[in-house]
């Protein structure tokens, strides 16, 4: 079998970060375009880089007493209409159905761009005491907005995610459920994708429609951009009184209940993407990798062949028994090169080498992806193999993080000027002291195309000046253009 053309390189990073990303999320294999426009396939290798992110949050949400139900897509208009706030922000994204079964509805139907409305709903008929609370549920879903702009898993008109929703007692247990909910995000994206996030407050403009508050964290991509990677909002009241979400107290007095609502999408890939990936391909982070290693045995003759696969074969069954995500790439009619090359596109973490003489030698060649070249190779023994790649793996990890986070620190200034402000949004995150005014928000967005991306959890202390009008500022935030 003749071997297949390697395909020509993809754009570099630094030139053409858009188009790079575009290439490579097509020839790494993670999705394709839908014949909908704005709407994706996700491929098997991209679905189980999902079903990795998912299995990892869903992990967190059972720990803290979360579980996961199931509810429709079509959701009446009137339900979206009762929520005035809500129905303010979603209105242009709406997909409305009004026709069904060869006839136009009595009431139109919405293709849910979110589930509060249905939730509340459900919720008005199944909470009637205290007793009842709280409710702690989570959804794994699709959802449609009618985005105008799209990019693959960035943002598309149907996309999937997981939105977890929550009814309580007092405020006091919403704000809480909403705090503890951002740092599950926060944990699991440096903990699990290697990505330094952000935790904080959205600005007044910036929350959720319909919510009393919204907390988000936020990433910084590889060309500096910033990406809201997930979001948990503190809904108040507001969805309670709508949809008559009441309960009895201890004291037989009939009161609102409090509601929380927090999620994460398919989004998050195309952040791991950005933050990670380089000019060969993805760099995946291990513990979300579809494939954590991937063996290659390297030979001449027909002999050496049947020698490098038999040993190969018994790697991977260490390996594999151990747990590590591995596949053994005996493919006929390709060279090692080309595998090498085909591998590094996906981004597997790291990749055994065999070859007659390493076989001999009861030894392998380690060569790990997020250091291309003779950098990253070293020699180990087959004899201690699974111990070998599972400290390989972890340092891996450890160091995409590390990594990640320099370069954030390096692209991120603290400006004490407009005129600071301007230059360093040009390739990265501003951190300034804002008054809170929305007046001096929306000039920074007109005129510099960057917007508060979140006031931080972590804040210096004492105050400032804001940096658009100089009055006096209580708050720093993060400004910087978004994806």
Known sequence: MAEKPIERKLPSRQEDFAEWYNQLVLRAELADYAPVRGCMIVRPYGWTLWENIQQALDRRFKATGHVNAAFPMLIPRSFIEKESKHVAGFAPELAVVTVGGGEELEEPLVLRPTSETIIGHAYARWVQSYRDLPILINLW?????????????????????????????????????????????????????????????????????????????????????????????????????????????????????????????????????????????????PRLAPLQTVIVPIFKTEAERELTIEAAAKVRDALAAAGIRVRLDDRDG????????????????LRVEIGPRDVAARSVVLARRDRPGREGKSPASMDAIVESVSQTLAT??????????????????????????????????????????????????????ATTRCIPLDQPGGSGSCVVCGRPAKEQAVIARAY
Request: hydrophobic share 40%.
């Open 334 to 349: 390709v060279s090692p090169g080309f595998k090498f090359n085909d591998w590094e596109m996906r981004g597997v973490p």
């Open 141 to 285: 879903n699709n959802v449609v907005r009618w985005e105008l702009r799209t990019k693959l898993f960035l943002r598309t008109l149907e996309f999937y995610w997981q939105e977890g929703h929550t009814a309580h007692a007092t405020a006091q247990e919403a704000a809480e459920e909403t705090r503890r909910m951002l740092d599950v995000y926060t944990d699991f994206a440096v903990n699990e994708a290697a990505i330094p996030v952000i935790p904080g407050r959205k600005s007044d403009s910036e929350r959720f429609a319909g919510a009393d508050q919204t907390f988000s964290i936020e990433a910084m991509m590889g060309d500096g951009k910033a990406l809201q990677s997930a979001t948990s909002h503190n809904l108040g009241q507001n969805f309670a009184r709508a949809f008559e979400i009441r309960y009895l107290d201890r004291q037989g007095q009939l009161q609102y209940c409090w509601t929380t609502s927090w999620g994460l999408s398919t989004r998050f890939i195309g952040a791991i993407i950005m933050v990670h990936g380089d000019d060969q391909g993805l760099v995946l982070p």
């Open 396 to 449: 891996i990890q450890q160091s995409l993080y590390d990594r990640a986070l320099a370069f954030r620190r390096q692209n991120t200034r603290e400006v004490g000027s407009y005129d600071e402000l301007k230059s360093a949004v040009e390739t990265g995150f501003a951190l300034a002291w804002w008054c809170g005014d929305a007046e001096c928000e929306a000039r920074i967005k007109e005129e510099t195309r």
